[in-house]
């Protein structure tokens, strides 16, 4: 299969690679891009350059070799890790309350108090964060459960929620990007995933290594901090996949990710990150993150017929191709109509309502997670999609799309529910020496 890229935030790039590159070439290259994207989170739109492996890891596949070691020093071009690039195989992320005070409603502390609890824990952060870039998880926590293991492209993103900003008493920094988000006419949401002062998300190519990093972090935190909810999200390994180069598919099946800003373009850069002067200064060059913990009906879904599912989305199941069109990286075209004469992207498909078209322009980039918590008490299936938009606001992003989707009867709706929500300020990394979030905290 040629369509599509390592991960859902990328859209077609084997036409870049492709005229006289050969498969193993392409895949090279796109392991290259892996080894770079994930372990440094270069900012949107920055060309790559080749890796630099230790001899220590050379050995090992590329996406297992990536190493935090390319980790980006801050500035207001530099996203954090796990923003762009192609994403890593297993994903926690995990949204915590301070001790004390924020959105978990402990009340007690002032807002001083509060501002120094939260400049503790974003300090302990980045510079755990950045010895797990640079060093690996094997080297920073002895005895752990990630000892003897690779790198594997070990990236750590933290983030702020406005019940942080109202915490702290700096409500007056809160950018207009960060408004809370409308209520949806098709919200099933429970609170208890919801929210959050504080947000990390962990990738790794491996479970143990994601999971002992979040150990690591949340131990350095604990004083500080309680978890108010957590998601350990999954995609395909690349060792599992035919083609590692190809999108991959989501649990109703689906090669989602098809459509999203191209890895490298400028479209990927203004759809992602804040830039300086549109917004405080703590977030120039930051982007903002809306989290959805989206339960998929399965049982539904795979009750009905192929064709059925197809036009719900309003792709090809097998190759991907939007209906009306062939191959997969064919543009939309929701004009195109069927020998009966209609659309052959239905009206109520999911992509027609999704897509810029329809919604002014607006984009975002979709970087989710599948999950799968097996059954709940009474039976429920609790599996779906961790969903994740990266955008420089939310406004001209996720919130009219989601609007319209709801509003206009996406024929998706069926089959899914949004039962979480949140929304994350993800400032620029942090220079040597420096801690995220210290222009919010000490500005
Ligand atoms: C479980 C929930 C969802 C599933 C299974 C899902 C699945 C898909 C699939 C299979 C595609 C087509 C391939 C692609 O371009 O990626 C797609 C496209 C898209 N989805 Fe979703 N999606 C979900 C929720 C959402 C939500 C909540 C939003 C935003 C509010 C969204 C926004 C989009 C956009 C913008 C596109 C690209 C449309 C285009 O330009 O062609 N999706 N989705």
Do not use: K
Not at 49 to 64: E, F, M, N, V, Y
Not at 218 to 226: D, G, I, P, Y
Not at 243 to 265: C, Y
């Amino acid at each position: 299969m040629t369509h599509g890229r390592p991960g859902p935030d990328d859209g077609p790039q084997q036409q870049r690679f492709g005229g006289g590159v050969s498969r193993r070439g392409l895949l090279a290259r796109v392991g290259a891009a892996a080894l770079i994207g994930a372990g440094t989170g270069l900012g949107a739109g920055e060309a790559l350059s080749p890796p630099t492996d230790t001899a220590a890891d050379t050995a090992a596949p590329p996406r297992l070799r990536m190493a935090g070691a390319h980790a980006p020093r801050g500035g207001p071009d530099r996203l954090q890790p796990g923003i762009t690039g192609p994403p890593p195989a297993f994903a926690h992320v995990v949204a915590l309350d301070l001790a004390g005070s924020g959105s978990g409603g402990g009340g007690g502390d002032s807002a001083e108090g509060a501002r120094e609890r939260a400049a503790a824990v974003l300090r302990e952060w980045s510079a755990a964060a950045d010895r797990l870039h640079r060093e690996g998880p094997a080297a920073v926590v002895p005895g752990a459960a990630s000892a003897d293991l690779l790198p594997a492209s070990l990236g750590v993103t933290v983030g702020v929620g406005a019940s942080l900003l109202e915490a702290v008493g700096r409500r007056d920094a809160r950018p207009e990007a960060m408004a809370d988000l409308p209520e949806f006419a098709t919200d099933a949401l429970r609170e208890q995933w919801c929210g959050g002062d504080l947000l990390v998300q962990v990738g790794a190519e491996d479970p143990m290594v994601a999971a002992a990093a979040v150990q690591h972090l949340l131990a350095r935190a604990r004083e500080h901090t309680r978890v108010r909810w957590s998601v350990r999200g999954f995609r395909r390994t690349s060792a599992a996949a035919e083609d590692p180069a190809a999108t991959p598919r989501n649990l109703m099946g689906q090669i989602d990710g098809t459509n999203n800003p191209a890895a490298g373009s400028s479209l990927l850069a203004r759809t992602v990150q804040a830039r300086p002067g549109a917004g405080p200064d703590w977030m120039a060059g930051g982007s903002y993150v809306v989290v959805r913990r989206i339960r998929m009906l399965l049982e539904d879904w795979f009750d009905t017929g192929v064709d059925h599912r197809e036009r719900v989305i309003g792709r090809d199941l097998a190759t991907g191709a939007p209906l009306g069109r062939h191959g997969p990286d064919a543009e939309v075209d929701l004009g195109a109509t069927g020998a009966d004469g209609r659309p052959a992207v239905p009206d109520h498909a999911h992509i027609r309502l999704a897509g810029p078209q329809n919604n002014l322009g607006a984009r975002m980039l979709r970087r989710g997670y599948s999950f799968d918590e097996g059954w709940r008490g009474d039976g429920t299936r609790d599996a779906g999609l961790l969903f994740m938009a990266w955008q420089a606001d939310p406004a001209r992003g996720f919130v009219p799309v989601q609007q319209n989707l709801a509003d206009s009867g996406d024929a998706l709706n069926e089959y899914t529910r949004h039962e979480g929500s949140a929304l994350f300020a993800v400032p620029r990394a942090a220079s040597e020496g420096d801690y995220i979030g210290r222009a919010l905290l000490e500005g």
